[in-house]
């Protein structure tokens, strides 16, 4: 473990809306007080991070920057006060973190915390205003989503971190940290699905998929998939979707028809 700042690892840095993701060597600075350093060993994409590379408002061009917020890693350091997490543990970056005493982190109605809900415009750290990384001259390069994960290294506040079972398949668990969790949350928390309820799910990408798995685990009867690509159905299947329906297809608005028996 080493509590000083390194230089010479990798990270895609976009310097610019709809720039190329560039490999630079970076310098990565120890984590201040409650917060890790992570070493990402898998990192997926998501449509909000093509967002921000887009830059397409303002408040969201903060360039250079690191983007990514799907991943799994391994902490390599803690910073002063951190007793829930030690080096070596796995980890995955968690964009919605919780500071466990604001008071939207103690009511059951939300889980949306005072100081690290969901920000796609926040881009320094919550500690100080500044960043964790830079180039070899100094340049600053802003975080993303209180995560930054297209990088070999991250600092990431410990409120923004989940400890996992390092037995679980690391390659696809960095879908935990967003489009899993975002769709399974949508029926479970969001919808409240009921058990013997039917569902209509539009558009079968990674959250439609997920969004029909917390369906299924709440019990729902009949779980309809409706998308335009029918190549989506069989993996809609796979996830619990008993009933498709291809827009294309139809005459009538999707919501005037009737999906019964069978399905189509
Ligand atoms: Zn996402
Ligand atoms: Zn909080």
Wanted: aromatic share 8%.
């Amino acid at each position: 473990m080493f509590l000083s700042g390194f230089y010479g690892h990798q990270a895609a840095v976009v310097r610019g809306p709809k720039q190329p993701f560039l490999m630079e060597t970076i310098r990565v600075d120890p984590p201040k007080k409650m917060e890790v350093r992570i070493k990402i060993l898998y990192t997926s994409i998501c449509h909000t991070d093509l967002r921000a590379w887009k830059g397409e408002n303002e408040a969201q061009r903060a360039y250079p920057r690191i983007l990514g917020h799907e991943a799994v890693g391994l902490v390599e350091s803690v910073g002063e006060g951190v007793t829930d997490l030690k080096a070596g543990d796995h980890v995955i970056p968690i964009f919605n973190g919780e500071c466990g005493h604001c008071p939207y982190c103690t009511t059951k109605t939300t889980n949306l915390c005072q100081t690290y809900r969901v920000n796609p415009f926040k881009s320094v750290m919550e500690n100080d205003g500044k960043c964790r990384f830079s180039t070899k001259d100094g340049e600053p390069i802003f975080h993303f989503l209180n995560t930054s994960t297209f990088t070999e290294y991250s600092v990431l506040d410990s409120a923004c971190v989940v400890k996992i079972d390092p037995n679980s398949p690391l390659k696809k668990t960095s879908l935990l940290s967003c489009g899993v969790s975002t769709g399974v949350g949508a029926a479970w928390n969001a919808a409240n699905v009921q058990a013997g309820s039917s569902v209509a799910i539009f558009g079968l990408g990674a959250l439609g998929l997920a969004a029909s798995e917390g369906a299924r685990a709440r019990g729902a009867s009949k779980i309809i998939g409706g998308d335009i690509n029918p190549g989506k159905f069989d993996k809609g299947k796979e996830m619990g979707m008993t009933h498709f329906v291809n827009p294309k297809d139809i005459s009538k608005p999707v919501h005037q028809i009737s999906i019964g028996k069978g399905g189509k």
